[in-house]
C-alpha cells in the first residue's frame, strides 16, 4: 500500500499554541491543533452532535490528550479519534497524519480511512 | 526578693521561653538583650517578606506592648560580647554591664560563610535577619542577576523570594541534588523540576570558587571554568551555633552549647535554649524542637524540674507555594530491614516516599504535596503500628476520618509550626471565644497564618469541637489543578503569575480543560486587573470569536444597546446587515436588545464593521446589559430618570468579565417595569432616592433581590452599584451568580464589606475597577486587528501550497 504524499498546509505560525484553526483542503472540514512539539489534525465534526471540534478547549483525559467539544462537552482523543468522556462504542472522527517540517505544517490523507 | 533573670537573644527561642516562664508563678525580674534592633518576630517568614508576601509589620510575634505588659525590660540593639560566670555579669559591646541570679543563653546560630575569595564583596549577603531581607529587598528587582549559594532550606527559600522580585535566579548547590540532607535522589530531582517550572535555574554539583568584580560583586566562578553573572549573592550555605561567648566563659561546649535533658548547660545558674545548643550530639536548626525545648526550661528554671527534653525527629518543611517539601525521620532506604512505599506522579510532580519497618514509619519524604504531613509526623512520633493501614499508606485520610485523626493528637501537639501554636491552645481558643470559622481561628490564636500548611488540621479542629462550625466552601476548581479558587487567587497574586498556562504548568497537570482554563482564564484578569497574559487557547470559543456559539455551530451576534436605547439610523444599519450577510433569523432578546442568528464565523468581522456599534458581550461571563424603562423621559408615573442612570451604569460596567454573567436594570418607579428586583443589580427610584438591590434571580429559580443600600442620588446608586460589582468580581466563584453569591456570603457581610465599608476599602474597590475599565475595550474591535485565521478558515487547494512543496521537496 503506498502512503498519499505529504501536502503543506500552511506555515507553523498560522497555528497559536492549543487554539484550533479550521482547514478547508478537498472538500474536507479539517480542525489542526498546535500542542506546542507537534500538530494534530482530525475532522472538524463531532460524532455526537456535528459539533466544531476546532473551536473546543484542548484538554486531557485519563493522560491522553483530547479535544472538548463547544457544544456538549464530548472529550474526543486527538490522537485515536475516540470519544473517551462519555465513554462509548460510537463512531470515531477521522484523524489525519500531520507532522512540522521547518515550519511547515504538512498533512496526509489517512489512507486507512480513505473514503474519496 | 525577686530574682534577676538575664536573658541573651530576642529571638523566637528566647522569648518563647519567656512566655512560657510567665504562665508559671515565677518570681523573676527579666531582661531580654537583643542585638538587632527589632522586637521579636517570626524568623522563618523571612522568606514571606522577601516574596512580598508579608509585610514586616505581619510577621512580629510579641509588639513592645508585649514586653511592657509584662514587665519585661527589652534592651535591643545591645550585643553581649562577655559573660563573667565568676561574677555572675555580662557585657556588652558598648560597655555596660548586668547582674544576673539566672541566666539564660539563646543566642541562635549564624550563617556559615564558607572560605570562597571575595566573599566579603558588596552585594554578597547572607538571609538570617530582618536587616539582611530588607537590604535584599531593596536591591533586588527586574533584570538583576541573583546567584543563591546552597540548596538547601533557607537558600531555595531565598531564591523563590528573590525571583518573585522579579529577579533572574540561580541556585548553586554542592551537593548532587537539592536538600540533599532532607531528600532522597528522586525527591530532589522532582524538586528540581517544580523550581525550574518557577523559572528558577538550578545546578547541582556546582564548587563555587570567588566572586568576581571589583569593589561590588559582577560574578561567580565554578571549579569547572564557568563564570555566571551576579549582580547579588545570597549566601545560604548552612548554619553554626552561637556557642562562642559560653565557651569563652568556660561552660562546656562542643559545637554548640551543652544541654541536659532540662536544658541546664554545666553552670548550675547557667540555661540555654534554641540553635546555640547541642543536646546528645543533636544541633537545631529547626522552629519545632525549640518550642519543646522552651517549655522544659521553663518549668526548671521556675523550680519546677520534672518535664524533659527528649531530642526531636528531625522534620523539614519548605514553604515555596506549588513546590511544598516535607522530610522527617531517616529516609535511608537501603538499610537492612527497611520497607520502602513510593508513589511517583510525574505530570503533578508529586513524589511520596514512606520508610517502614515491622510496620512502624521511620522516614518519610514528601514533595509536590505536603498536605498530609501532621498524619505521618504523629506515626512517627508515636512508633504507631501501621499494620491496619498498610493498604492505604499513601492516601490521604478520609474526611469523615480527619476529625479521629486530629482528636487522636495529645494537647500539647504542635499544630502550627510556624506560630507555636499547640492543638490545647486552639481547642481552648475555640471553646472560650466561641469560634466556628477557620478565618476567626486565623484570626484570634495566629494558627494556620504561616505557612498554612496545617489549615487542614485546623479545620479538623474546628469540626470535631465547635459546636457552631461552618464549613468554608473550599471545593478544588478542578483534578487538573487540585485546589480552590481563594487558594488559586492567592498563587495567581503571591507567585505573580500572569497566565494560565503558567499556573498549569507549576500547580497542575500543564494541560487543563474546559472547566479549569476559562476559570483560571478570568481569576488571571480580575487578579491583575486585565493586565495578565491573555490565552485565548484557554478561553472558550464565545470569547475567542466574541460571539454565542449555536448548536450548529453558528453564531450570534448582539450588539450593545445601552438601556435598551436605540435610533432609527441604528435600526436601519442591523436592518442593511441582517440582509447584507444573509442572516437567517432576527429576534428581539428578552433584555431589549437585537439578536441576529445564524452567523457564520467569518462572517463576524465584516459584519461587526457594517454595524459600527459595540460588542453587547452576549456570549461570556461578563456585563450583559442594563435594561430600564421609560422613567421620567416620558411615563406619567416615572419619578426617576431610569434611562439615563441606566445607559450611564451600562457605560461604567460595559467590558469587564465577572465570575458568571451579570444582569442589570433600572426603573424609574416602584413599579418596576424593566423588573430589576430579580436582576444582578438593579436600581429602583422612587420620588427622592433609589433603592439598590443586588442578588436577584429569575432563571431557574426566581429570587427577589436584597436591598442593598437606599440613596439620596443617582450618583451614590452608581457607586454604590459598582462597590458590589467590583466586590462581586474579586469574591465570587467562577460560575458564581449574585443570587447564590449573597447567599453564600450573607447580605450583612455584603454590606458591611461594600456599601458600609471604610472610606479606604470602597476607594480600593472603585480604583480597582477604574484599573479594569482602563485596560478594557470594546472586543469587536479586534476586527481591526484579528489573529491568523481566527476568523476565516485556511484554505488550500487539492495539491498543497505549490510554493511550500517546491520547498518541501527541497528537503526529502
Known amino acids: 500500500m503506498s502512503s498519499s504524499p505529504w501536502i503543506a498546509i500552511t506555515v507553523i505560525e498560522n497555528l497559536p499554541l492549543k487554539e484550533g484553526r479550521t482547514l478547508h483542503w478537498k472538500g474536507l472540514d479539517i480542525a489542526l491543533f498546535n500542542l506546542g512539539t507537534r500538530v494534530v489534525a482530525v475532522e472538524n465534526k463531532c460524532p455526537h452532535m456535528d459539533g466544531p471540534l476546532v473551536d473546543g478547549i484542548v484538554s486531557t483525559f485519563e493522560g491522553r490528550i483530547t479535544v472538548t467539544c463547544p457544544l456538549h462537552t464530548r472529550r474526543i482523543c486527538l490522537e485515536s479519534g475516540q470519544t473517551l468522556k462519555p465513554a462509548t462504542d460510537g463512531p470515531c472522527v477521522r484523524t489525519f497524519p500531520a507532522k512540522i517540517v521547518d515550519g511547515l505544517v504538512l498533512l496526509q490523507e489517512n489512507t486507512t480511512l480513505d473514503v474519496i | ?812
Open chain 2, 1 to 812: 526578693m525577686k530574682q534577676r533573670l538575664a536573658v541573651i537573644g530576642n529571638g523566637m527561642a528566647g522569648v518563647f521561653c519567656v512566655e512560657q516562664i510567665l504562665k508559671h508563678n515565677h518570681n523573676f525580674d527579666i531582661t531580654i538583650f537583643g542585638d538587632e534592633t527589632h522586637v521579636n518576630y517570626n524568623r522563618i517568614l523571612l522568606s514571606s517578606v522577601l516574596a512580598g508576601e508579608k509585610e514586616v509589620d505581619d510577621i512580629v510575634l510579641n509588639d513592645i506592648d508585649w514586653y511592657k505588659q509584662n514587665g519585661i525590660q527589652a534592651k535591643l540593639g545591645l550585643r553581649i560580647d562577655k559573660i563573667d560566670l565568676a561574677n555572675k555579669t555580662i557585657h556588652s559591646v558598648q560597655g555596660c554591664t548586668t547582674s544576673f541570679d539566672k541566666l539564660l543563653i539563646a543566642t541562635g546560630s549564624s550563617p556559615f560563610l564558607p572560605p570562597i575569595g571575595g566573599i566579603d564583596k558588596q552585594g554578597v549577603f547572607v538571609f538570617r535577619t530582618l536587616d539582611d531581607a530588607k537590604h535584599l529587598l531593596a536591591l533586588s528587582g527586574a533584570g538583576v542577576k541573583a546567584v543563591v549559594i546552597g540548596g538547601g532550606l533557607l537558600g531555595l527559600e531565598a531564591a523563590r523570594g528573590l525571583q518573585l522580585q522579579g529577579c533572574d535566579v540561580t541556585v548553586l548547590h554542592l551537593g548532587t541534588h537539592l536538600m540533599d540532607r532532607q531528600l532522597d535522589f528522586t525527591g530532589g530531582q522532582f524538586l528540581k523540576r517544580k523550581l525550574e517550572s518557577l523559572g528558577i535555574a538550578v545546578r547541582c554539583n556546582a564548587v563555587t570558587t570567588a566572586f568576581t568584580g571589583d569593589a561590588h560583586v559582577e560574578g561567580v566562578t565554578l571549579n569547572d571554568g564557568t563564570q555566571l553573572p551576579a549582580n547579588l549573592v545570597v549566601v545560604a550555605a548552612g548554619i553554626k551555633p552561637n556557642s562562642g561567648i559560653a565557651k569563652i566563659a568556660g561552660l562546656d561546649v562542643n559545637k554548640g552549647i551543652l544541654v541536659n535533658e532540662y536544658l541546664e548547660t554545666s553552670h548550675p545558674d547557667v540555661y540555654a535554649v534554641g540553635e546555640c545548643t547541642e543536646f546528645e550530639g543533636q544541633l537545631f536548626g529547626l522552629v519545632a524542637p525549640l518550642f519543646e525545648q522552651g517549655k522544659v526550661l521553663a518549668a526548671s528554671i521556675t523550680g519546677n524540674r520534672g518535664p524533659v527534653f527528649t531530642g526531636y525527629t528531625p522534620a523539614t518543611k519548605l514553604k515555596i507555594m506549588g513546590a511544598d517539601v516535607f522530610s522527617a525521620g531517616d529516609f535511608d532506604d537501603m538499610r537492612e530491614g527497611v520497607e520502602c512505599v513510593r508513589l511517583e506522579d510525574p505530570s503533578l510532580g508529586i513524589y511520596k516516599k514512606l520508610i517502614l519497618r515491622n510496620n512502624k514509619l521511620e522516614g518519610v519524604i514528601l514533595v509536590g504535596d505536603a498536605s498530609d504531613d501532621h498524619r505521618f509526623m504523629d506515626w512517627l512520633r508515636n512508633g504507631t503500628d501501621l499494620t491496619e493501614q498498610r493498604r492505604n499508606l499513601l492516601s490521604p485520610a478520609a474526611s469523615a476520618g480527619l476529625g479521629e485523626d486530629a482528636a487522636a493528637l495529645p494537647d500539647s501537639h504542635t499544630v502550627c509550626g510556624c506560630n507555636g501554636v499547640s492543638k490545647g491552645a486552639i481547642i481552648e481558643a475555640i471553646h472560650n471565644q466561641g469560634l466556628c470559622t477557620l478565618a476567626q481561628l486565623k484570626d484570634k490564636t495566629r494558627a494556620a497564618t504561616g505557612c498554612g500548611s496545617c489549615a487542614g488540621l485546623c479545620q479538623s479542629l474546628l469540626k470535631a469541637v465547635s459546636p457552631d462550625y461552618a464549613e468554608e466552601k473550599a471545593k478544588v476548581l478542578c483534578s487538573c489543578v487540585p485546589f480552590s479558587q481563594d487558594q488559586l487567587r492567592e498563587i495567581i497574586r503571591s507567585q505573580k503569575l500572569k497566565g494560565v498556562q503558567e499556573v498549569l504548568d507549576i500547580y497542575g497537570n500543564g494541560i487543563g480543560c474546559e472547566v479549569c482554563k476559562p476559570a483560571l482564564s478570568y481569576l488571571v484578569d480580575v487578579v491583575w486587573l486585565g493586565d495578565h497574559d491573555e490565552d485565548r487557547s484557554a478561553r472558550f470559543i464565545n470569547d475567542r470569536v466574541h460571539a454565542n456559539i449555536q448548536k450548529d455551530g453558528t453564531f450570534s451576534v448582539i450588539p450593545r444597546m445601552r438601556g435598551g436605547v436605540t435610533t432609527p439610523a441604528e435600526l436601519r444599519k442591523i436592518a442593511d446587515v441582517a440582509e447584507k450577510y444573509n442572516v437567517p433569523l432576527v429576534k428581539v432578546t428578552g433584555s431589549q436588545r437585537i439578536d441576529l442568528l445564524g452567523v457564520k464565523k467569518a462572517d463576524l468581522p465584516g459584519m461587526w464593521a457594517d454595524l459600527g456599534m459595540r460588542s453587547g458581550q452576549a456570549y461570556t461571563k461578563g456585563v450583559r446589559m442594563v435594561k430600564t424603562c421609560v422613567g421620567s423621559t416620558f411615563c406619567r408615573f416615572g419619578t426617576q430618570d431610569s434611562i439615563a442612570t441606566g445607559v450611564e451604569l451600562e457605560r461604567r460596567l460595559e467590558d469587564l468579565f465577572t465570575p458568571h454573567k451579570t444582569k442589570l436594570a433600572v426603573v424609574g418607579c416602584p413599579r418596576n417595569c424593566a423588573e430589576a428586583t430579580v436582576k444582578d443589580i438593579g436600581l429602583i427610584g422612587q420620588e427622592g432616592s433609589w433603592q439598590v438591590v443586588v442578588g436577584g434571580a429569575a432563571g431557574k429559580g426566581v429570587r427577589k433581590a436584597d436591598l442593598l443600600i437606599t440613596v439620596e442620588t443617582t450618583e451614590e446608586a452608581l457607586d454604590a452599584s459598582a462597590l458590589f460589582f467590583q466586590y462581586y468580581r474579586e469574591h465570587g466563584v467562577y460560575l458564581e451568580r449574585t443570587y447564590d453569591f449573597v447567599e453564600r456570603l450573607g447580605m450583612e457581610k455584603v454590606r458591611r464589606d461594600t456599601v458600609y465599608a471604610a472610606d479606604d476599602v470602597k476607594q480600593g474597590l472603585l480604583d480597582r475597577l477604574q484599573k479594569s475599565k482602563d485596560r478594557a475595550s470594546d472586543a469587536w474591535l479586534e476586527r481591526d486587528n484579528p489573529r491568523p485565521y481566527q476568523f476565516a478558515p485556511i484554505e488550500v487547494p487539492n495539491d498543497g501550497l505549490v510554493q511550500i512543496q517546491m520547498q518541501e521537496k527541497a528537503h526529502v
